[in-house]
T-cell receptor, first 115, second 112 residues
Framework: NAGVTQTPKFRVLKTGQSMTLLCAQD?????MYWYRQDPGMGLRLIHY???????AKGEVPDGYNVSRLKKQNFLLGLESAAPSQTSVYFC???????????????FGDGTRLSI | DQQVKQNSPSLSVQEGRISILNCDYT??????FLWYKKYPAEGPTFLIS?????DKNEDGRFTVFLNKSAKHLSLHIVPSQPGDSAVYFC???????????FGTGTRLTVIP
């Protein structure tokens, strides 16, 4: 059981390049999230999705776009990478069925992105 | 503005002793609190949680205490083991919201 899988694990980009980070979960979770973690800071929410075809902005959405075309996948896109987007990116998912008011998020192992 | 704060960046404890990790929050709308543990090069792993209707939740060696009036929670690990050495993140969520707010983490080192 893979849980939450992120690809790639590492990537180096040049300023202005674009790329897409892929998150896949096999737990049939409705909710999915993208976070970034920077030195000296906690994880901060970029965007999230409460179901297939839906997306919403989190705490730090600027410079990123997301898509949730399939329930199991949540993509994070950088259209024009900037040095300020150098970070470790984590994807998470959580259950949303009955009794799910207090359900933890399950995280992938992260993507280290350097720009 | 950091809504969840972990003021101790690091903590060292002898094996077998108690580890106490602290967390403070500012948003009175938070009603669900979680602790995550993170090893290097891995994602955070859920450890234990507590709802605001409780003041204590216990799971094996791990106990979380919540003091709503002080907007403070703590994680107790007894007895501490070398395998507990990791970064611990406190997180909180407001009622009806989807997003978690994380603290900056505390690096726990358990000395054998």
């Amino acid at each position: 059981n893979a849980g939450v899988t992120q690809t790639p694990k590492f990537r180096v980009l040049k300023t202005g390049q674009s790329m897409t980070l892929l998150c896949a979960q096999d737990m049939n979770h409705e909710y999915m999230y993208w976070y970034r973690q920077d030195p000296g800071m906690g994880l901060r929410l970029i965007h999230y999705s409460v179901g297939e075809g839906t997306t919403a902005k989190g705490e730090v959405p600027d410079g990123y776009n997301v898509s949730r075309l399939k329930k199991q996948n949540f993509l994070l896109g950088l259209e024009s990478a900037a040095p300020s987007q150098t970070s470790v990116y984590f994807c998470a998912s959580s259950y949303s069925g009955q009794g799910s008011a207090n359900q933890p998020q399950h995280f992938g192992d992260g993507t280290r992105l350097s720009i | 503005d950091q809504q969840v704060k972990q003021n101790s960046p690091s903590l060292s404890v002898q094996e077998g002793r108690i580890s106490i990790l602290n967390c403070d929050y500012t948003n009175s709308m938070f009603d669900y609190f979680l602790w995550y543990k993170k090893y290097p090069a891995e994602g955070p792993t859920f450890l234990i949680s507590i709802s605001s209707i409780k003041d204590k939740n216990e799971d094996g060696r791990f106990t979380v205490f919540l003091n709503k009036s002080a907007k403070h929670l703590s994680l107790h690990i007894v007895p501490s083991q070398p395998g507990d050495s990791a970064v611990y993140f406190c997180a909180a969520r407001a009622s009806g919201a989807n997003n978690l707010f994380f603290g900056t983490g505390t690096r726990l080192t358990v000395i054998p």
